[in-house]
């Protein structure tokens, strides 16, 4: 039988594509565009997708909201730690910069940036090629490194990701106040970042005798430092203790700067919106010197002090006591031995505690130690959420010096317009 080709019965017509109506990723708004980026797994793989194109970078750029969701949702990463050199006394054949060393993890693009920045230090020794020996670190924020030369009193602010020294400047010949010179013999610098403006910081140094204590501010912006007036403080040690009764070591969080006595009684505190300073008192068992401690922050910001005795790892929050007075208070604390021996095996027994060396973003970094402290067993460096208290191990390495995390920075270029 012929097929029937009446006008009723006729075959269907091909659809033409019509190409106004095809949908593809440039096409996109910016709304479901960010959308899409915030599931992206962590900062590394949306620098690489937001520097695709300038749609992409701009709607990042541009978009503070976005920045602060994509923060919660996911971290910085952790790219390395940071070690100082040895005293060149006791280990003169080694090199007298810092060393790096990566977290060597799985993530793709974590490591593609480590591989493509200078995290060697190589800008730093070719800008200042007469400058051989006393370069440390005095801090790490925003992924600038802040070095210092003793020998030459200069610092500098390098960004290894730009492969760049961002600033170079003096702090040894600065005005004078009352017979004392700019900087703190004895006490290192701390670095002030912003996230919303990443091109601009300040640089921190505090003086004190033996009743009173003192801020200089360092202003990228102007170039110039700026001294702060005295303030005497309470909770000062006894008389007889001389003017070293404050740690040479510095932490900070949520625009705080904190310093321990060396007493481990109190704390001193200065608020860097206001530059005001501020004395707390520490819990007692935080005065123990098997205790190691560190202030940092929480996932959520929030100031905390994580403090490690033996394979305990405990965590303090500020929380307001009887008469609204604000303390630290324990807020948990949790046995690590089986989580150690699940990380590290038979080689667990080489070690009965760890250290606290540094708290950043809801993280603590620790060292594992031995009870002699022998130099020839190199230490486990590991990270423990703070959130989930979950274990990790990063690396082995001698632990010989100052220790300082190198957390990857929000580029300036997905930062405003």
Same mark, same amino acid.
């Given at each position: 039988m012929a097929r029937d080709r009446s006008p009723t019965n006729s075959p269907p017509a091909k659809r033409r594509m019509d190409s106004s109506t095809t949908t593809t990723v440039a096409s996109l708004g910016e709304d479901i565009l960010l959308e899409i980026f915030l599931r992206l797994p962590c900062l590394a793989t949306l620098v690489r997708a937001a520097l695709t194109c300038r749609g992409w970078r701009r709607a990042v750029a541009s978009s503070p909201a976005f920045r602060r969701r994509f923060r919660q949702l996911h971290p910085a990463p952790l790219l390395g730690l940071f070690f100082n050199p040895p005293g060149a006394v006791q280990e003169p054949a080694l090199p007298a910069f810092p060393s790096f060393v990566p977290t060597r993890g799985t993530d793709r +693009?974590?490591?593609?940036?480590?591989? @493509?920045?200078?995290?060697?230090?190589?800008?730093? /020794?070719?800008?200042?090629?007469? =400058?051989?020996?006393?370069? +440390?670190?005095?801090?790490?924020?925003? @992924?600038?490194?802040?070095?210092?030369?003793?020998? /030459?009193?200069?610092?500098?602010? =390098?960004?290894?990701l730009a492969r760049r020294s961002e600033r170079f400047f003096d702090y040894g010949h600065g005005d004078t106040l009352e017979g004392h010179r700019v900087y703190a013999v004895g006490h290192r610098a701390c670095l002030l970042c912003s996230d919303e403006n990443p091109t601009s910081f300040r640089v921190v140094i505090i003086a004190h005798d033996k009743s009173r204590v003192r801020a200089t501010v360092f202003c990228s912006d102007t170039g110039e430092w700026s001294i702060r007036p005295w303030v005497h403080i309470p909770g000062k040690p006894r008389r007889g203790r001389g003017e070293g009764w404050i740690r040479s070591c510095n932490v900070q969080a949520q625009g705080f700067l904190y310093w321990v006595y060396k007493n481990r009684k109190h704390m001193l505190t200065l608020d860097t919106a206001t530059m005001d300073f501020s004395v707390d008192e520490l819990p007692i068992f935080l005065q123990n010197r098997s205790c190691s401690f560190v202030v940092g922050e929480m996932k959520n910001g929030e100031p905390c002090i994580v403090y490690a005795i033996n394979f305990t790892v405990g965590v303090l929050l500020r929380r307001a006591e009887n008469h609204g007075v604000d303390r630290w208070v324990l807020d948990k604390a949790e046995l690590l031995e089986t989580q150690l021996g699940q990380v590290l095996g038979n080689v667990m027994e080489d070690?009965?505690?760890?250290?606290?060396?540094?708290?950043?973003?809801?993280?603590?970094?620790?060292?594992?130690?031995?009870?002699?402290?022998?130099?020839?067993?190199?230490?486990?460096?590991?990270?423990?959420?703070?959130?989930?208290?979950?274990?990790?191990?990063l690396f082995q390495r001698t632990y010989d010096s100052s220790v300082h995390p190198y957390i990857m920075p929000w580029p300036p270029s997905l930062v405003g317009n």
């Open positions: +693009d974590q490591a593609a940036a480590v591989r @493509g920045g200078d995290f060697f230090l190589t800008s730093l /020794q070719q800008r200042r090629p007469g =400058v051989h020996n006393g370069w +440390d670190i005095h801090d790490c924020r925003g @992924g600038y490194v802040l070095l210092a030369n003793g020998d /030459q009193e200069t610092m500098a602010v =390098v960004n290894p070690y009965n505690k760890v250290e606290v060396v540094g708290v950043r973003d809801g993280f603590v970094y620790l060292a594992t130690l031995d009870e002699l402290n022998d130099s020839s067993t190199p230490s486990w460096f590991l990270s423990l959420c703070l959130e989930t208290m979950i274990l990790e191990k």
